[in-house]
Each structure stands twice: as structure tokens, then as C-alpha cells.
């Protein structure tokens, strides 16, 4: 039996790759390379039991060929689908994006797993579903969700088309909604954005909006024992999670201070207007964890540790590039 992972060449995917293969299953991984990299897979390709597909899956006949025949070779026990567009703000700009790379790889998904007989499938969602609820508890009860991006809308959407397949087909679902992860192999991200623009000009970090947007955090080792200890201990067959810290997180000024301080000591910031970075962007929310708590599992790290470690962690991999 084989695991099947979308999005394996992104930064969550190779993490979890790697953990999958650390268990002793045998990986699966598909990747349209967009926004992922082969680099991000160095860990896991030369691994007998991992095999990569590079394929676009939103083209369903390609995508249908490569997973026919990893079925045929090893049947294939679930699917863990991550592949999406991470790119808020280009979704804003054409949200043929978000329709393209976020919902229909999860459509496309469904129908093939109804077609093949695979029953089960964990899917990345966001706290991007919930909106800009202000301060008001974010917990998986919570709605109607009004999400404020294309990207949340397109997750949400996401989340309806396996509610539904679940009468029809699957077998089990697990929904992850994610807070924000950080760590690395880093690929986008403020933390990753804020580094390289101090390395451009290590006078003056520019920071889109005044700093006081602030957000939980997690880092990426915290989130894949989370996504684990759900598959194994989560008694629902549609099982919802927010994953997070449990604590109030950090701000953008938290963050931009502690990396000018890691890279560029001497650097002066530049805030902007507003408590926004960008359209889409939700400023504050307060993201209940306490129902995966219940269920006996605790982060590692906080929020202001996980950042501290990952600006750690991607300090070197951009001194290394």
C-alpha cells in the first residue's frame, strides 16, 4: 500500500514526505513545480520507497495517467492533498488562480479517487476560510464562514466538495486548517520576504502596512506531528482541526524586529498604512485550538519560538543559496 502526496515539492509537502517515509511508507509525490522544487525533494528522492511525478492537477487526463498506474503498482491507501496556490495576492489579481490551483487539483482529486476506489484523503485547508472575524474565536463550529480572499473562498469550496463526496464515495476525511507555518525549506512567507529584502538593502526594511497585524504561528515539525496525531487519534469520518500554537501569536512588528536583528542589525524599519499588507490579508484573529487539545495533543513551541527558530532556520538557507 502507498501514500499519495499533492504538492510533495512545496514546503509542507517535502516535510511531510519525509516524516511518511521515516514511518516506512511508501510515498507517492505530484507536483506541478510552480511554486515547489525539485531542490526541496533532495532528502527523499534517492529513497527506494518514494517516487515523484512532475504533473499539472488541474489537467485531469494527466492527471488520471500518473495516478492510475502509481495505483496499479501499489494500491494506493490515501491521499494527502496539498497542492494549491500559496500566492495570496496573485489570486486577488486573477482569481482564475485560485480556481485553477486550489480547488479544481481538489476536484479533480475527488473524482479520480471515486473513479480508483480510494476512500481516504487528508486535505490542507487555512484559517483563510474563517474571514476577517475581528476578534471573535475562530473554532471549527463557527458560521456562515465569509472568507475575504480568493484563496479562503476556493479552500472553503474545497471543504464542500469533500463534505459531499463523503455520501458518496470516501471513506474518511481529515481537514487541516492551518494557521501560519513557518520553517523550512521556506519558499514564501513574511519571514522569508522580510530576510531576502535585508540582503537586498541592509540600511531599511520596507514592511507593507504599520506592524500591528498579528497572527498565531507554527512551526512546520509542530504541524506535521499535529497532522499525524489526528490521522491516528480522530474518532469523526470528517474530521475538522484548526491546527495552531493555542496562544495569541505575534505581531508583524515582533517579526520584522527579530529578523532586522538576526540579519542586519543596524537597520532601520519603514512601516506603511494600515493594518493590512495586502488585499485579502486578514490583520488579527483570535484561532481556537482548544478542540485538537482535547483530543491530547500540544504544540512543542510557541508562536514566538516557532518564528525565533525559523528565522534561524532561514537566515542560513538564504546564506547558503
Given at each position: 500500500?502507498?501514500?499519495?502526496?499533492?504538492?510533495?515539492?512545496?514546503f509542507i509537502?517535502?516535510n511531510?514526505?519525509?516524516?511518511l517515509?521515516?514511518?516506512?511508507?511508501?510515498?507517492?509525490?505530484?507536483?506541478?513545480?510552480?511554486?515547489?522544487s525539485?531542490?526541496?525533494?533532495e532528502r527523499v528522492?534517492?529513497q527506494?520507497?518514494f517516487?515523484?511525478?512532475a504533473?499539472?492537477l488541474?489537467d485531469?487526463?494527466?492527471?488520471?495517467?500518473?495516478?492510475?498506474?502509481?495505483?496499479a503498482?501499489?494500491?494506493?491507501?490515501e491521499?494527502w492533498?496539498l497542492a494549491a496556490?500559496?500566492?495570496?495576492?496573485a489570486?486577488v489579481?486573477?482569481p482564475?488562480?485560485?480556481?485553477r490551483?486550489t480547488?479544481?487539483t481538489?476536484?479533480?482529486?475527488?473524482?479520480?479517487?471515486?473513479?480508483?476506489?480510494?476512500g481516504n484523503?487528508?486535505?490542507?485547508?487555512?484559517?483563510?476560510?474563517?474571514g476577517?472575524?475581528?476578534?471573535?474565536s475562530?473554532t471549527?463550529?463557527?458560521g456562515p464562514?465569509?472568507p475575504?480572499s480568493?484563496?479562503?473562498a476556493?479552500?472553503?469550496?474545497?471543504?464542500?466538495?469533500?463534505?459531499?463526496?463523503?455520501?458518496s464515495?470516501?471513506?474518511r476525511a481529515?481537514?487541516f486548517?492551518?494557521p501560519?507555518?513557518?520553517?523550512?525549506?521556506?519558499t514564501?512567507?513574511?519571514?522569508l520576504?522580510?530576510?531576502?529584502?535585508?540582503k537586498?538593502?541592509p540600511?531599511t526594511l520596507r514592511?507593507?502596512?504599520?506592524?500591528?497585524q498579528?497572527?498565531g504561528?507554527?512551526?512546520v515539525?509542530?504541524l506535521?506531528?499535529?497532522m499525524?496525531?489526528?490521522?491516528?487519534h480522530?474518532?469523526?469520518?470528517?474530521?475538522?482541526?484548526n491546527?495552531?500554537?493555542?496562544?495569541e501569536g505575534v505581531?508583524v512588528?515582533?517579526?520584522?524586529?527579530?529578523?532586522?536583528?538576526?540579519?542586519?542589525?543596524?537597520?532601520a524599519?519603514?512601516y506603511?498604512?494600515?493594518?493590512k499588507?495586502w488585499?485579502?490579508?486578514?490583520?488579527?484573529?483570535?484561532?481556537?485550538?482548544?478542540?485538537?487539545?482535547?483530543?491530547g495533543?500540544?504544540?512543542?513551541?510557541?508562536s514566538t519560538?516557532?518564528?525565533a527558530?525559523?528565522?534561524?532556520e532561514?537566515?542560513?538557507?538564504?546564506s547558503?543559496?
Amino acid at each position: 500500500m502507498s501514500v499519495v502526496i499533492t504538492g510533495v515539492a512545496g514546503f509542507i509537502g517535502c516535510n511531510l514526505a519525509a516524516a511518511l517515509l521515516e514511518r516506512g511508507d511508501e510515498v507517492v509525490g505530484f507536483d506541478n513545480l510552480s511554486l515547489g522544487s525539485r531542490r526541496n525533494l533532495e532528502r527523499v528522492l534517492a529513497q527506494p520507497r518514494f517516487s515523484f511525478h512532475a504533473v499539472g492537477l488541474e489537467d485531469l487526463d494527466a492527471y488520471r495517467g500518473v495516478l492510475r498506474a502509481a495505483h496499479a503498482r501499489s494500491p494506493i491507501a490515501e491521499i494527502w492533498h496539498l497542492a494549491a496556490s500559496s500566492d495570496i495576492p496573485a489570486g486577488v489579481a486573477d482569481p482564475r488562480v485560485d480556481l485553477r490551483d486550489t480547488f479544481m487539483t481538489t476536484f479533480n482529486t475527488l473524482v479520480l479517487m471515486q473513479e480508483l476506489g480510494i476512500g481516504n484523503l487528508a486535505f490542507a485547508s487555512s484559517s483563510a476560510v474563517y474571514g476577517d472575524r475581528g476578534e471573535r474565536s475562530l473554532t471549527e463550529d463557527l458560521g456562515p464562514l465569509f472568507p475575504i480572499s480568493n484563496y479562503g473562498a476556493m479552500k472553503l469550496a474545497s471543504e464542500a466538495a469533500i463534505s459531499a463526496a463523503l455520501e458518496s464515495h470516501l471513506q474518511r476525511a481529515l481537514v487541516f486548517r492551518f494557521p501560519k507555518v513557518v520553517g523550512v525549506p521556506a519558499t514564501h512567507g513574511v519571514i522569508l520576504d522580510f530576510v531576502r529584502k535585508l540582503k537586498a538593502d541592509p540600511k531599511t526594511l520596507r514592511v507593507l502596512g504599520d506592524g500591528t497585524q498579528q497572527k498565531g504561528y507554527l512551526h512546520v515539525g509542530d504541524l506535521l506531528d499535529a497532522m499525524l496525531y489526528i490521522r491516528q487519534h480522530a474518532p469523526e469520518k470528517l474530521a475538522y482541526y484548526n491546527i495552531g500554537a493555542g496562544d495569541e501569536g505575534v505581531s508583524v512588528r515582533h517579526i520584522a524586529q527579530t529578523v532586522v536583528a538576526a540579519v542586519a542589525p543596524r537597520a532601520a524599519i519603514a512601516y506603511g498604512q494600515g493594518n493590512k499588507g495586502w488585499v485579502g490579508d486578514v490583520p488579527r484573529f483570535s484561532y481556537s485550538t482548544a478542540k485538537l487539545a482535547k483530543l491530547g495533543w500540544a504544540p512543542a513551541l510557541s508562536s514566538t519560538e516557532a518564528v525565533a527558530k525559523a528565522v534561524r532556520e532561514i537566515v542560513r538557507q538564504e546564506s547558503a543559496a
